[in-house]
């Protein structure tokens, strides 16, 4: 097991070298924007022939969103940030925060869906009012929230450190204490627990504040040329293709993270588990305070 726990660490340690000390995350990100780019100027004919009522055209335009889905939370993204985070800090199953990632994806094309009716139909916006939206209000909002999901698991992981410190040398491998027989301190097993709907809603929202941009574009686009059912449908499967690349994520760093704590148990784990915690809660507080200076 310890072997394992070094090897996963290093592992790890040698992504994370990779990807922001040798220019790993550039690459991807010039690599998915690329991709990006080619499947955006396919989903122009795409949505000329689903207008002109071709065969099989639905389908094609379909095909095209959850590409251009994938392509575009395949480099630097917002959602990968907070999932990823949540994953290898909570006792969180891969199957729930799969679910969550599933969600907060089809979330985030309902905001686009609603921003561009809203602004469409009952504000008059043009293409620019609604992009200008996205991107000066809506963006900024998401990274603060973001900001504040990772600062509650700060706080949360401290007070799981900090009673798990204190209650030590009275607590037996069930997380109880030996004189009173009441729990002072979660076990493992509790702590599973505290995945509860609060924070689904804030990861959900902290993500699905921000539309994403290729949706908005296509919602603009569709609605243009009388076609609105297909940019509704291709916003939704875009989240799709996004969920696609969270969901990996998401197990991932659960992976990561029973990998780390096997073997772990009593006031050890619960320990382990703040530290994880506060070590997750500011690496995302950090990444979308640096991501949101710059749009304030």
Known sequence: MLWLRIGTALFVSGALLWLF??????????????????TQNALAGGLRAVRAGEPGAWLALMVLCAAYGFFHAAGPGHGKLVIGGYGAAEQVTARR???LAVASSLAQALTA???VALGAFVLGW???????????????????????????????GLRRTRGAASHAHHIDEHGQCSTCGHAHA??????????SWQDAAAII?????????????LLILCFG?????????????MGLGTA?????????????????????????????????????????????????????
């Open 21 to 38: 000390g040798f220019g790993g995350m550039s690459d991807i990100g010039q690599w998915a924007t690329a991709q990006q780019r080619e």
């Open 97 to 99: 925060l799969s679910v």
């Open 113 to 115: 869906v609603v921003l």
């Open 126 to 156: 043009g293409r620019t009012e609604m992009t200008n939206t996205a991107d000066r209000i809506l963006a900024p909002a998401s990274y603060i929230a973001i900001a504040l999901v990772g600062l509650w698991l700060v706080v949360r």
């Open 186 to 195: 979660p076990s493992p097993a509790q702590a599973a627990a505290v995945t």
């Open 205 to 217: 929202g902290s993500i699905a504040i921000r539309p994403c941009t290729g949706a908005v574009f």
């Open 225 to 237: 040329l009388g076609i609105p059912w297909a940019g509704i449908a291709g916003a939704f499967v």
């Open 244 to 296: 696609s690349v969270t969901v990996l994520v998401a197990i991932t760093a659960v992976g990561a993270r029973q990998s780390v704590l096997a073997g772990w148990s009593g006031t050890g784990a619960v320990r382990a588990m703040g530290l994880i915690e506060v070590a997750a809660g500011a690496l995302i507080a950090l990444i979308a305070t640096a991501l949101v200076l710059p749009l304030l």
